[in-house]
């Protein structure tokens, strides 16, 4: 039983409403962070999975940008934690509410 | 047609001598130094002007005007406005009288401000009004005219209220300026008409002249056909609304009824303005402006009814307000008005140039009185009521003989110039005919006039017997309405006024005297044996348009339109034979009994004249402060009406309907009811960013839903691509 593109597709869908939810009703901003990453993983798994159903390269170059972009979303997103976090003394997102530090 | 730069010079003279002197003059403040440049200035624009006129091919005997084209001003479409000059015989007499007019008043002027702090302001405004009003005059189309007719009506606005300190300057200078954007709404409406009648017929334009490029507006109306005399025409759109329109832009220059309220009171300004703007030059710009367009008026009887008929009363009610008047300067603008009503009564009747020649010699004699006005004004240390005046005769004899010379002017005593301008008026009016309008009309306004020039006589009488004859009134402080005592008049003697001011008093009483000579008609020349051209008549005949079925016009109608639009004509060295001769043909010259008949009326015009004096003098000789009826002296309480029919209801509208009802109500509410409505979308808006992170990524999510089922619903070819 070879693995169909659905089979990845699907696991994609699931990865990624997991990471909706997770971030709609998280609270801990790392958990939050943690469910970001997780949706853009998702879509990573859908470019590879693409990629390699239609043979095309490009899908898997999209994952590296994706990848890059992560990090560099990751470095930013941890500072802007740790500002708060020491703003706040806390990691709930709700006490982070009047838009400003 | 001869083109020269020269042209331009006449009216930029005057506007380099104003820059000057608000410029360095303001800094210099050096009397001599702003009066030189002030006096040399219209000077320079005398001599061209003469030059130009006069000189073998000058406007005054070519019969092609003298052109100037500066450069095209606006050129849109059909519509074209040259800033482009023109001198032809009409503009040529007015361009001679008012800088040589307007140069006596401005040395007069040197002795009359001297000592006034705002002397170089005063020099500056009168220059630069000398520029806006020879640019009205020499203008070769009617929105440069209206162009000068604006800078005219600005300097006289600053020139009214130019005495900052005094009480009733600012709002007669105020009044003066409305009244007048009154008639200028009239004048702006009657240019855009005759545009659009002349687009109709083929031809737009609304330059006077043929140039270039250019058909004459006046030459294509000359070319319609004549209008009806009813009183639909007015409303019609067509020839005579044009002219109802113009004249009522000329009845708020000109100081006609309705609109003449404001002259009376433009006389808070300093003397040598009220003679040069107020009598000599501005306000016979209407006049002007009714003889150079008056081809449409000629077209139009309804429109000549109208104008004869608002011209005889103004002159018959300015004249009787005149009458009981007691400052000095107010009889005199009443006196103004009153003779404008004259001119427009000629007008109405068609004789144009008997107008033309009226303005020219009221320029002499009026200017003249004004300025012996001025004079002993500045005698008496600025006083101008007549009733502290008196026996000035002693005091100040060259004022007192040069203004004696303009009192029997503008009496119309033989030889002086009034007689010939104003029994040429009355016997034209007499003899004239308008079609369509009843035979009587004429005799009737014949009688108006003639009872004008009467109590003209009597109250300029009633003026030179208050201020130099009888007892010295101004020793004594107690007349009535005598202001607070803080100048000190009786210690005061008058005195006789420096050379600077009576000289022009002395040339200007000159011309009073001998300046109607150029326009002596046949009836009375002939009488002397004189030489029996009349040159005035003669010079300007051409350049009018005469009225339709009178006996001289039947002939001569077509051959004047086509001058005004000038054929090929040689111009031949001596002035203007060829039309000249043809309308000296055309009018009855041959005819004795219309002679005798003239002869007659010139003997009825000196008998009212003498019986005016003679009622003057009697009547004012030894009561001098006779009282007069209340309603003259409060002029009718026209003032008072106006001020409760026209001014409280605009007042009331403006502040109860304009103020309180649609600027607060309606752009007021508008304008908030806009705030109000961004506010509270706002504030539903607010909601979004309400600062939780969640929220965010929820909203976010619901947009990305959004979209995504978009594409879901209607993406076809999305599921395509995946099944492909």
Redesign the interface.
């Given at each position: 039983m070879t693995p169909q593109l659905s089979w990845y597709l699907a696991l994609s869908a699931v990865l990624f409403t997991i990471g909706?939810v997770g971030?709609?009703?998280k609270?801990n901003v790392i958990s939050?962070f943690m469910c970001i990453e997780l949706m853009l993983n998702a879509v990573n798994l859908t470019f590879v999975a693409f990629s390699s159903f239609f043979r095309d390269v490009s899908g898997q170059l999209f994952v590296f940008i994706v990848m890059t972009v992560a990090a560099a979303e990751a470095a930013v997103g941890l500072g802007i934690i740790i500002a708060i976090f020491r703003n706040r003394e806390s990691l709930d997102?709700?006490d982070?509410?009047?838009?400003k530090l | 047609m001869p083109q020269t730069n020269l042209l331009s010079l006449i009216i930029f003279a005057p506007l380099a001598g104003a820059l000057i002197n608000w410029l360095v003059g303001r800094r210099v403040r050096n009397e001599r130094f702003i009066g030189i440049v002030a006096c040399g200035a219209v000077g320079v624009s005398t001599i061209i002007a003469f030059f130009l006129a006069f000189k073998s091919d000058g406007a005054l005997r070519a019969t092609q005007p003298v052109m100037d084209h500066l450069w095209t001003w606006v050129q849109v479409g059909g519509f074209r406005a040259d800033f482009g000059l023109a001198m032809d015989r009409l503009s040529g007499i007015y361009a001679l009288f008012i800088t040589f007019v307007g140069f006596l008043i401005h040395v007069f002027a040197t002795g009359y401000m001297h000592g006034d702090r705002g002397y170089y302001r005063f020099f500056a405004y009168l220059n630069l009004f000398m520029f806006a009003m020879l640019t009205l005059v020499l203008a070769d189309n009617l929105l440069l005219m209206f162009v000068g007719w604006e800078g005219v009506g600005l300097c006289s606005y600053l020139l009214i209220g130019f005495y900052l300190d005094k009480e009733e300057a600012a709002p007669a200078a105020k009044k003066a300026f409305i009244a007048n954007r009154v008639g200028d709404w009239g004048f702006v409406l009657g240019i855009l008409l005759l545009f659009w009648l002349t687009s109709q017929a083929g031809a737009p334009s609304i330059s006077f002249f043929d140039k270039a490029g250019v058909t004459s507006a006046l030459a294509t109306v000359g070319r319609m056909s004549f209008d009806e005399f009813t009183w639909h025409a007015i409303f019609a759109g067509g020839i005579t609304s044009v002219a109802f329109l113009l004249f009522i832009g000329a009845t708020g220059k000109s100081a006609q009824i309705p609109l003449f309220v404001w002259l009376p009171d433009a006389m808070a300004g300093p003397t040598p303005v009220s003679a040069l703007i107020h009598a000599a030059t501005m306000v016979t710009a209407g006049v002007y402006m009714v003889v150079r367009c008056s081809v449409i008026f000629t077209h139009a009887p309804t429109a000549m009814f109208t104008v004869a008929i608002i011209g005889a009363a103004t002159a018959l009610f300015a004249a009787t307000i005149g009458l009981a008047q007691n400052d000095i300067k107010k009889v005199l603008a009443y006196s103004t008005i009153s003779q404008l009503g004259y001119m427009f009564m000629a007008c109405g009747v068609g004789a144009f140039v008997a107008a033309i020649f009226h303005v020219m010699t009221h320029a002499f004699f009026k200017a003249q009185l004004f300025l012996g006005s001025g004079s002993v004004i500045h005698g008496m240390h600025h006083e101008q009521d007549m009733r502290r005046m008196g026996g000035l005769r002693k005091y100040m004899p060259i004022t007192w003989l040069t203004m004696c010379a303009g009192w029997l002017a503008i009496c119309g005593i033989p030889i002086w110039s009034g007689f010939f301008s104003k029994d040429e008026i009355l016997w034209k009016t007499w003899s004239g005919h308008i079609p369509g309008v009843p035979p009587g009309f004429n005799k009737a306004l014949w009688f108006v006039g003639a009872v004008t020039a009467l109590l003209t006589a009597i109250y300029m009488t009633r003026l030179m017997v208050m201020t130099f004859w009888g007892a010295e009134r101004f020793r004594d402080q107690h007349v009535e309405h005598a202001p607070e005592g803080d100048h000190g008049h009786t210690t005061h003697k008058p005195h006789e006024s420096p050379l600077s001011m009576t000289i022009p008093l002395i040339v200007l009483a000159l011309l009073s005297t001998f300046g109607g000579l150029v326009g002596v008609p046949y009836a009375l020349s002939s009488l002397t044996g004189g030489h029996p051209d009349n040159y005035f008549e003669r010079t300007l005949q051409p350049v009018v348009s005469k009225l339709p079925g009178t006996a001289a016009s039947e002939s001569e109608a077509p051959a004047q339109l086509h001058w005004l639009s000038p054929p090929p004509q040689p111009i031949d060295g001596k002035p203007a034979v060829q039309p000249a001769r043809g309308t000296n043909q055309g009018e009855p010259i041959p005819n004795p009994e219309e002679i005798t008949q003239e002869q007659l009326f010139a003997l009825i015009s000196v008998l009212i004249a003498l019986t005016g004096i003679s009622i003057g003098w009697f009547m004012f000789k030894n009561q001098p402060l006779r009282q007069m009826p209340g309603l003259l002296e409060n002029k009718y309480y026209v003032d008072e009406i106006y001020d409760a029919a026209v001014i409280q209801p605009i007042l009331l509208i403006s502040r109860d309907g304009l103020w309180k009802i649609f600027d607060l109500g309606v752009i007021d509410g508008v304008v908030h009811g806009l705030g109000r409505a961004v506010v509270n979308f706002g504030k539903q808006l607010r909601y979004m960013?309400?600062?939780?992170?969640?929220v965010y990524?929820?909203i976010i999510?619901t947009g990305a839903i959004i979209i995504v089922g978009y594409f879901a619903y209607n993406g076809a070819h999305v599921l395509q691509f995946l099944t492909k």
């Open positions: 909706v971030v709609l009703i609270r939050m997102v709700d982070a509410s009047i838009l | 960013q309400i600062g939780f992170v969640r990524a929820a999510l």
